[in-house]
């Protein structure tokens, strides 16, 4: 049994969110909106419901689930140092389309994927996604796509990809970027982009104070 809440009317979306978030407490998958592409999601601290996030993608742990946040404050519980770096780059892109790895505060109990102690976080600028995270607390959330296939920009293409597999879909319109988010991997010595997406290496680098060319290395 699935159910899709047209959030584009507002009482529609009212009971859209009352209703993911009763799901995703309940240790379901819900796929709802972000800024870039659609995602599905769940509680991140809760394993099962990641494992079911993992089969129903149909990917292995070997490509770790991002978490998605509310705010810019959630991030500091999750991180086992919120650096100038990554401050810099959270207050210049977030809300928005870039995703950063950090080593994770080590007495969190989650398992996103064979994540060697970092964690991939990320704020959407998507109105309906806060509205959502700020009733759950952060959700593991990965591209609604079963692997390999193209990312979902609207709920009818997430649909088509996972059915009945999934409860609850959040159908937010279009998603404005249509691309993913950037990923920058701050957990090394030095900044290293590992996905070039949604944010240029041009405008993290300006932020920075850092040659776009050498956030590219390999």
């Given at each position: ?8 009317d507002p009482q529609k979306r009212i009971e859209g969110v009352r209703a993911a978030a009763d799901a995703v407490r309940a240790g379901r998958c819900v796929v709802l909106p972000t800024d870039t592409v659609y995602g599905i999601g769940c509680d ?175």
């Open positions: 049994m699935r159910e899709t809440y047209n959030c584009l991140a601290f809760n394993n099962d419901a990641v494992d079911t996030l993992l089969a129903t993608k149909r990917r292995g742990p070997d490509m770790p689930v991002p978490v998605l946040v509310g705010s810019w404050v959630t991030i500091q519980g999750l991180v086992r140092e919120f650096t100038e770096t990554a401050k810099t780059l959270v207050e210049a892109f977030w809300p928005g389309g870039l995703s950063i790895v950090v080593p994770e505060a080590p007495s969190l109990p989650w398992n996103l994927g064979d994540t060697r102690g970092t964690v991939l976080l990320r704020m959407p600028n998507q109105p309906l996604a806060l509205e959502l995270l700020q009733e759950t607390g952060p959700m593991a959330v990965s591209s609604a796509n079963i692997s390999g296939n193209p990312p979902a920009t609207t709920a009818t293409e997430a649909r088509q990809q996972f059915g009945d597999a999934v409860p609850i879909y959040l159908d937010g319109g279009t998603a404005e970027i249509g691309e993913p988010s950037t990923i920058i991997d701050l957990s090394g010595p030095a900044p290293r982009i590992l996905r070039e997406g949604a944010i240029s290496a041009e405008r993290i680098g300006q932020v920075l104070g850092l040659d776009p060319e050498s956030l590219r290395r390999k």
